[in-house]
């Protein structure tokens, strides 16, 4: 009898279809509410996605999962509400959560300390916290889907399981260590990851969506050509990459795809009909380590009255010396087609920021400047290694696509790309910290005035991390560069390695940030209104830690 070794996750969620994955310990048939799917293999571990149509818009429909006509799911007893697939109900306000970098650790002590007082240590969940408190709650105040930016698992610290596992076979005292070194231990890694019961349940009812980011991978993952050229002459990289983008397209990417989208999937479409899955899926991950056209891994959702792009910001990197890009020009088009106006919201979400701290900012455009050589040889060289000692990686150190982003959402506030959104919200994580900013945009000569009528609230909201806070020295580097005279600076060395201005200014929208808990966002679309708010797991009278608000704000 075949059982569940993880999920279900609820994954793609339309007005009339849905998806639901699942990885299972043998070969069977999977069953959700009728639709039935076959397992495919991958080199000993067994997957689906269950196609669920038909479906009423604005509907809640509980659902089981059957293998081989047998119930696997809800567990027997099981102290949570059913699993519902709840599709779009475009009547309704809309409800994200969103975050990213989440470690897998214990729930319990000593794993709850500061990490100054424990390395091991990660604070309280932010995830499971908010899936304890949602189960105590109607659905009608769940959330229509959670958005993953990044980090979803920790290739480089992974859990005490995924340790164990590696130690049981082979020598953790060579490289890559306790590191994960393959795809055999990246399925443990999802496994301790995603196992928890309340965060098994919370995935197997909220419908999400994911993105990976460097430690999906490893540290500074595609930050530059010299970081690639010197992992990749390591011993043990070929099969860690490999494993890594195997196990993403299996246990995260495929999920994010619509039903339509699955059957323009190559891969998937050759698995369907009957080819041996594990030799296509590792010819893929190798295939795509070395040639960034050979994968689109950006996507995108229609939520109803708010469109959702997803950009890949690590994976489809161009670094050679064609010039340095966040993503090919095929994937950038992909992009530009899809954000578009004629919607209430335009949600870009990318998992590294668009926009930084103006000191960051500043440093990162001169960083790129002087590892391009513009101040010689010398300086490129510790340029280089500055770059990679304090990960100045995001889109201001890839200055060319940092204004093609530019350009794209000041088109789409404009109203030059369909009717302008009420709000251009950029969606972020990665730096462990968690900020808002507000956007404007530098008036275009001969631009009209009903263009700028028609503008857009443009803002950048980042939320980092679900569970993975900085020590109190990594907080107090994060303050200062805010500070005037390290924003100053940074400016000047920017202008002087030849670094130009944008058209686009931002600032805080709101005071007394960053915050640096464990955290998660909300956002609430309400039509053509939209409002952000910000918890963390604070102490609980008696017992598990209860959310409590940190910040509000009204976008639009």
């Known amino acids: 009898m075949s059982e569940l070794v993880l999920g279900p996750l609820l994954r793609y969620v339309g007005e009339h279809e849905a998806t639901v994955w699942v990885e299972t310990d043998s070969a069977c048939e999977v069953e959700v509410l ?199 002459a390591k011993p043990w990289w070929h099969e860690r990459i490999v494993g890594a983008l195997m196990s993403y397209w299996l246990y995260q990417h495929l999920g994010n795809l619509s039903p339509r989208e699955l059957d323009e999937d190559p891969v998937y479409r050759r698995i369907e009909a009957g080819e041996d899955a594990g030799p296509l899926v590792r010819d893929l991950a190798e295939r795509a380590d070395r040639d960034v056209g050979t994968a689109r891994w950006s996507f995108h959702r229609d939520l109803g009255g708010t469109q959702l ?48 701290p103006a000191g960051m900012h500043h440093l990162e455009q001169w960083n790129e400047r002087v590892c391009s050589g513009a101040w010689g040889r010398l300086a490129a060289r510790a340029a280089e290694a500055i770059r990679q000692a304090i990960d100045l990686e995001h889109w201001a150190a890839f200055d060319n696509s940092f204004r093609h982003l530019t350009e794209l959402e000041r088109s789409v506030a404009a109203g030059e790309r369909g009717a302008a959104p009420a709000t251009i919200v950029t969606l972020s994580g990665d730096v462990h910290h968690a900020y808002v900013y507000e956007a404007g945009f530098r008036r275009y000569p001969g631009a009209s005035v009903a263009a700028a009528d028609r503008r857009s609230a443009v803002y950048q909201a980042v939320c980092s991390p679900t569970r993975n806070p900085l020590s109190n020295p990594e907080r107090r580097a994060i303050r200062l560069a805010s500070t005037r005279p390290f924003i100053a600076v940074a400016r000047l060395l920017a202008r002087a390695a030849g670094a130009r201005d944008h058209a686009i200014r931002w600032r805080p929208a709101v005071p007394r940030q960053p915050w640096f808990n464990n955290q998660l966002a909300t956002l609430e679309l309400d039509g053509r209104r939209a409002l952000l708010r910000l918890e963390r797991p604070g102490p609980g009278t008696a017992g598990p830690p209860q959310l409590e608000q940190i910040a509000e704000l009204r976008l639009a």
């Open 309 to 356: 792009v997803v950009v890949d910001s690590r994976a489809g990197r161009v670094l050679d010396g064609s010039g340095r890009r966040m993503l090919d020009d095929a994937e950038w088009e992909y992009v530009e087609r899809h954000a578009r106006g004629d919607c209430d919201h335009l949600l870009i979400a990318t998992s590294v920021p668009f926009l930084l």
């Open 34 to 232: 009728g639709h039935r799917a076959r397992t495919f293999e991958v080199e000993g571990h067994h997957y689906t996605l269950v196609r669920v149509d038909g479906l009423e818009p604005a509907t809640a429909t509980p659902y089981e999962v059957h293998l081989d006509g047998d119930r696997a799911w809800p567990p027997p007893n099981s102290p949570h509400p059913p699993s519902v697939i709840r599709t779009i109900d475009i009547g309704r306000p809309y409800r994200l959560i969103f975050g990213s970098c989440r470690i897998a650790l214990p729930h319990e002590p000593p794993y709850n300390l500061r990490r100054d007082e424990d390395p091991r240590a990660r604070e309280e969940d932010a995830l499971h916290a908010y899936a304890l408190r949602m189960s105590t709650r109607p659905h009608e105040e769940w959330p229509d889907l959670l958005l993953w930016l990044g980090d979803q698992v920790y290739a480089d610290e992974p859990s005490l399981g995924t340790r164990s596992f590696a130690a049981s076979r082979r020598d953790v005292a060579e490289p890559p260590g306790e590191h994960v070194a393959d795809f055999e231990e990246y399925t443990h890694l999802y496994l301790d990851s995603w196992s928890d019961p309340l965060v098994r349940w919370l995935l197997s009812t909220v419908s999400s969506a994911m993105i990976f980011d460097d430690h999906d991978v490893h540290d500074d993952w595609n930050i530059s050509e010299a970081w690639v050229a010197k992992i990749r």
